[in-house]
């Protein structure tokens, strides 16, 4: 009934436009009950990332999995997410936003189950990877759907909450995770999307009405593009996950599979731009909003993911945190974006949002060139302003980008549209985190060597140190414990230096992107009715 009534409302549109302004952006309740229910699908999405990739070293322990066997909890994950995304456009199209979002969300839900059962390393990670592969749908058709069905300024509305959902999720993972495994046991990591998923999965099959599947197109499904696509995009993936612990193409394992990825990208690329219905439609870069948009999209990644990765890091390695203390350390990003959610949208609607892009591209700086002055005192305190910083910036970046990139196409497109901006992201995380990885092991080894020159048994200061650490310790090894204690000594400040760094290169990277801004177009929303109406 609420469908029949909107479809009515809106045929009359043209008619009474003039003594009814904004009719026809109302929403009938069944779809933003709809709505609601698919934003907790993609936060369940979101948050299950990182609150496993918290809690790695319980799950290692439970499954009596070896160091190099854990990892894969997580690779198995993105590799087949990040194979997914793209896909979700092609297949939101076939098969309707209903069918899609309630299949990805009961496929997660089981999957969720089957991992908190896993009792083998080997299960978990067949299950982690059919997790990210069916629920990979979920977060790029949240993003569309919000740009079909809330039209004209009601856009400015939605997009806060879209964005906020996006990055609180990743941002309070860790203290999820840690609570959830320090108060239970990492069983519950997966248990937790048990009973929301069960909600989502029931509550979008009964309440999604945003358009009608096309069966058509799956008579010309493009299965040699899904093969090309899944080699292309699985394999960098796995090349970005692993290279920097096996130092990139030295290990054969890693440049066969950076070969692998390079075949498959050309064939997959000369497929999309041959086949007569391609699995990705590419057309959408050619606005030039959107293009520049998902530039800006993998460069939010590096941020909302880098970050993310790097202050667990510094407190665990450096202060010697447990979990659930970097997660009370880390929850100040959360608090901070969520209170500054309603402000972005205000600003977006008053001002043009590429300054509110750049002015979130400049607070990630300022947050990343505080952290330049880091050292192994820094605690709860110290961090609190870069956090701040960094709430804002992920607030003030995500709303007007994704405006930007997917505000302004036609509705036809936004479907696809949505799951290459959604990769964008992922990808500038994965190819974020391996250069951070990389950079920081390179810094790492630079200054080691720089301390081990300064650190030696000419120079006074040292062997005046080392004298006192000597007097610590007793027994007829104390000289050996004291020169251990001054070699850990100098790999901490080594490491805390290596950091420095690490943040420094982000400040410049976020200036510079933030500068770019001035390329872009003011976007200029198009009018239209959502599909379906």
């Known amino acids: 009934m609420a469908a029949a009534a909107a479809s009515a409302a809106y045929s009359s549109h043209s008619a009474s436009q003039a003594q009814q302004p904004g009719a026809a952006d109302a929403i009938p309740p069944r779809r933003l009950l709809a709505f609601v229910a698919m934003c907790f699908g993609m936060f369940m999405a979101f948050l299950d990332i990182q609150i496993v990739s918290a809690s790695l070293s319980e799950i290692q322990a439970g499954l009596s999995a070896s160091v190099d066997e854990i990892p894969w909890v997580q ?65 790029p058709t949240v993003f569309a759907t919000a740009y079909l069905i809330f039209t004209g300024p009601r856009q400015k509305l939605v997009a806060p909450v879209v964005g906020l959902i996006a990055t609180l999720a990743p941002t309070i993972g860790p203290t999820v995770g840690g609570y959830l495994t320090d108060a239970y046991s990492w069983h519950w990591l997966f248990f937790i999307n048990v009973v929301p998923g069960i909600i989502v999965t029931i509550a979008t099959y009964l309440l999604v009405d945003f358009d009608k599947p096309d069966l058509t197109l799956l008579k010309n499904f493009d299965w040699w593009g899904l093969i090309s696509m899944a080699g292309f995009l699985g394999a960098l993936e796995y090349v970005l996950e692993e290279g920097p612990r096996y130092e990139w193409f030295d290990d054969n394992t890693i440049f066969t599979v950076a070969i692998i990825s390079g075949l498959s990208a050309v064939a997959f690329f000369a497929r999309v731009l041959t086949a007569q219905v391609p699995i990705v439609d590419l057309g959408a ?26 202050y667990p890091v510094y407190l665990a390695q450096v202060r010697g945190y447990d979990s659930l203390m970097i997660g009370d350390t880390m929850f100040v990003s959360g608090l901070v974006m969520f209170a500054s959610a309603p402000i972005t949208g205000q600003l977006v609607e ?43 910036g992920l607030m003030f970046a995500i709303v007007p980008v994704t ?43 630079l200054h080691l060597q720089r301390l081990h020159e300064a650190v030696n048994p000419t120079r006074f200061m040292a062997n005046e140190t080392l004298a006192k650490l000597a007097t610590r310790f007793h027994g007829s090894d104390a000289q050996m414990q004291a020169l251990a204690k001054l070699t850990a000594m100098v790999r901490l400040q080594a490491a805390v230096m290596s950091y420095a760094d690490v943040f420094l290169l982000l400040t410049v990277l976020f200036l510079v992107l933030a500068a770019f801004g001035l390329v872009m177009k003011r976007p200029q929303p198009q009018a239209g009715a959502a599909p379906g109406h």
């Open 403 to 445: 405006n930007t990139a997917l505000g302004t196409l036609p509705p036809e497109r936004v479907k696809n549209a949505s799951g290459l901006f959604n990769l964008m992201r992922n990808l500038g995380g994965a190819i974020g985190l391996a250069a951070i990885n990389t950079w920081f092991n390179d810094r790492m080894d």
């Open 350 to 392: 008053r001002f043009d949002p590429r300054y509110v892009l750049m002015a979130g591209f400049v607070f990630f700086a300022v947050g990343t060139w505080q952290m330049t002055y880091v050292t192994s005192d820094w605690d709860f305190w110290e961090l609190l302003w870069p956090q701040v910083f960094r709430g804002v």
């Open 75 to 139: 690779t198995a994950y993105l590799i087949a997410e990040v194979v997914a995304i793209p896909l979700s456009g092609f297949l939101s199209r076939a098969i309707g936003t209903r069918y899609l979002f309630t299949i990805s969300a009961a496929g997660f839900t089981l999957a969720s189950i089957m991992c908190g059962t896993s009792t083998s390393i080997d299960s978990m990670i067949v299950w982690r990877a059919l997790q990210g592969f069916i629920g990979g749908g979920m977060v």
């Open 285 to 310: 870069f050619l606005n030039r909003n959107f293009a520049i948009g998902s530039l800006f999209s993998f460069v939010l990644g590096i941020g909302l993911y880098g970050l993310t990765y790097l």
